[in-house]
């Protein structure tokens, strides 16, 4: 168990992996407070995964801790969510989050973008997500289909209309 996780290093960092490539990760859960503060290249933070690319697919996951990201100088991007910090050409599905979710940039120049979901969706997937009102969007940057509850729908297993509550949940 991992009470919190700071990333100061290059890349991305999440609460089961920091960058998923040509995989999946399924049924698993974090409840530890994501933070990735960064000074050039990109900060990106996600519950799960900070980033996914190259077809990878997270499904039946959820994050119940605080996620941010946050660029210092360079004129980059921070990218946070609730499940994965940045989905390049990937799938989040059956997924939910109910911590706080924030990212910023410092310089004026740079781009930030956080969801209760995802926080930036390039070519991606996401189906079937919800999260907490906590957040503004599911979907930071990208369409957004993730649905948006407060915490009495959260609780409510009529909710997750596609969840299989048999055999996984």
């Known amino acids: 168990s991992i009470a919190s996780y700071r ?15 040509v995989c999946t990760i399924s049924n698993c859960y974090n409840a530890g407070t994501i933070t990735n503060e960064k000074y050039e290249y990109s900060a990106r933070s996600g519950g799960i995964a900070g980033a996914v690319s190259s077809g990878s697919a997270i499904g039946n996951c959820y994050n119940t801790a605080a996620v941010s990201a946050k660029m210092y100088s360079k ?19 059956s997924c939910y989050g109910i911590g706080t979710v ?13 969801g209760g979901v995802v926080g ?50």
Do not use: H
């Open 7 to 21: 990333m100061c290093g290059n890349g991305s960092a999440g609460g089961i992996v920091g960058w998923a490539s």
């Open 102 to 114: 924030t990212a910023t940039v410092q310089n004026t120049d740079g781009t930030a973008a956080a």
């Open 120 to 169: 930036l969706s390039d070519n991606s997937t996401i189906m079937d997500c919800y999260y907490l009102n906590v957040c503004s969007l599911g979907v930071g940057s990208g369409t957004d289909t993730a649905t948006r509850c407060n915490e009495a729908q959260l609780k409510a297993p009529g909710t997750y209309l596609e969840f299989d509550f048999t055999n996984v949940w």
């Open 75 to 93: 004129p980059d991007s921070a990218y946070a969510g609730g499940i994965v910090g940045a989905a390049y050409s990937g799938t989040v599905q």
